[in-house]
Nanobody
Framework: QVQLVESGGGLVQAGGSPRLSCVAS????????MGWYRQAPGKQRELVAA???????NYADSVKGRFTISRDNAKNTMYLQMDSLNPEDTAVYYC????????????????WGKGTLVTVSS
C-alpha cells in the first residue's frame, strides 16, 4: 500500500525557517497532485499549499510569500520550506497525495500521512 511519511517538524523559534519533507512509498503508478495541510489546536484542518504533477502551485493567503512548496518526482518527495514563522503557524502539518496505483485494477485516491507537529515559540 501507499505510505506518506512526514518529517522536519519540531520546536522552532518565531522567525525560524524549517523545511518539512514528505516521502511517498509503495507500489505507485503515478503521484498526481500533492499538498500540505495543517490543523491547529481547536481548529479545522486547512490547506496550506498544493502542487500539481507539473509543478503548478497554490497557497493559502496566510502563508503566501513565506512558505514554498516543491517536489522531487524522482524521489517521490514533497517539501515545504517555511520562512518567517510565527506562533499562529503552530499546528500539525499533514502531507496529502493523489496517487494512482495498479493492483487488481487502476485505482486513484488520496492518501494522508500521520502528520508532523510544528510548534513555534514567541
Amino acid at each position: 500500500q501507499v505510505q506518506l511519511v512526514e518529517s522536519g517538524g519540531g520546536l522552532v523559534q518565531a522567525g525560524g525557517s524549517p523545511r518539512l519533507s514528505c516521502v511517498a512509498s509503495g507500489l505507485m503508478l503515478n503521484i498526481n497532485g500533492m499538498g500540505w495541510y495543517r490543523q491547529a489546536p481547536g481548529k479545522q484542518r486547512e490547506l496550506v499549499a498544493a502542487i500539481t504533477g507539473g509543478g503548478i502551485t497554490n497557497y493559502a493567503d496566510s502563508v503566501k510569500g513565506r512558505f514554498t512548496i516543491s517536489r522531487d518526482n524522482a524521489k517521490n518527495t514533497m517539501y515545504l520550506q517555511m520562512d518567517s514563522l510565527n506562533p499562529e503557524d503552530t499546528a500539525v502539518y499533514y502531507c496529502n497525495a493523489d496517487v494512482t496505483t495498479v493492483k487488481s485494477g487502476i485505482i486513484r485516491r488520496a492518501y494522508w500521512g500521520k502528520g508532523t507537529l510544528v510548534t513555534v515559540s514567541s
